[in-house]
Nanobody, 124 residues
Framework: QVQLVESGGGLVQAGGSLRLSCTAS????????MGWFRQSPGKERETVAT????????YYTDSVRGRFTISRDNAKNTVYLQMNSLKPEDTAVYYC?????????????????WGQGTQVTVAS
């Protein structure tokens, strides 16, 4: 069974930074894609950033490209999301996810395991 535990959310002023971490259990981590997703009230869950199994390929949604950086440390079974220049519209619950069958994946439907979510609130 794969378990994902997120940390690092919180309240920050606009323009500030936060770093989210997600630690995974199970051997799935080193061979599969990982991703960060977010959902705010009244909106559908959206892909924020994804990273392939090796860390050599990344994807960002347009609204965060240039401000957020996804990375992974396979030795620590951990994926990170560094968020800089945060905006109020980045406020959401952020979820870490792991894909069971894809080495690289951009769609939420390709992800099988999900963390409990961590709240990020950006004050204006």
């Amino acid at each position: 069974q794969v378990q994902l535990v997120e940390s690092g959310g919180g309240l920050v002023q606009a323009g500030g930074s936060l770093r989210l971490s997600c630690t995974a259990s199970g051997r799935i981590f080193n061979t599969n894609a990982m991703g960060w997703f977010r959902q705010s009230p009244g909106k559908e869950r959206e892909t924020v950033a994804t990273i392939n199994y090796s860390g050599g390929s990344t994807y960002y949604t347009d609204s965060v490209r240039g401000r957020f950086t996804i990375s992974r440390d396979n030795a620590k079974n951990t994926v990170y999301l560094q968020m800089n220049s945060l905006k109020p519209e980045d406020t959401a619950v952020y979820y870490c996810a792991a894909s069971a069958g894809w080495a690289e994946a951009r769609l939420s439907s390709q992800y099988n395991y999900w963390g409990q979510g961590t709240q990020v609130t950006v004050a204006s």
